[in-house]
């Protein structure tokens, strides 16, 4: 048990976690499809998800500067998105992700 615990410790100090909240026209332009692509790219996991408000939700963990990366592209998404707000939080790492995916 004691050794789990302290391999969380040691996780938490290698790897970020962020939660990005995407507001504008980012339904229907394939955000969630080039995320994803992206994320998939940088050895990131998480997942990416629409919200009933029309928002988009990305749930990231991974090395800061491929978190950083990530939040780049999501700040101005792809070719058709028009990003209004974008809010980003740091959280604890939790490391409860495989891979990154959809969320429906």
């Not at 615990?5 to 996780?11: M, P, R, V």
């Not at 995320?35 to 998939?40: F, G, S």
């Not at 749930?59 to 707000?85: D, I, Q």
């Amino acid at each position: 048990m004691f050794q789990k615990l302290k391999n969380i410790k040691h996780f938490s100090k290698t790897v970020k976690r962020i939660r990005l909240i995407i507001k504008g026209k980012v339904q229907g332009v394939y955000f969630r499809h080039h995320t994803a692509v992206l994320a998939h790219k940088l050895g990131i996991t998480g997942y990416i998800r629409n919200n009933m408000d029309g928002s988009v939700e990305v749930v990231a963990e991974g090395e800061e500067g491929k978190l950083n990366e990530l939040a780049e592209f999501c700040s101005h998404g792809p070719t058709g998105a028009v990003v209004e707000s974008f809010e980003r939080r740091e959280e604890e790492p939790y490391g409860d992700f495989v891979s990154f995916g959809v969320r429906y």
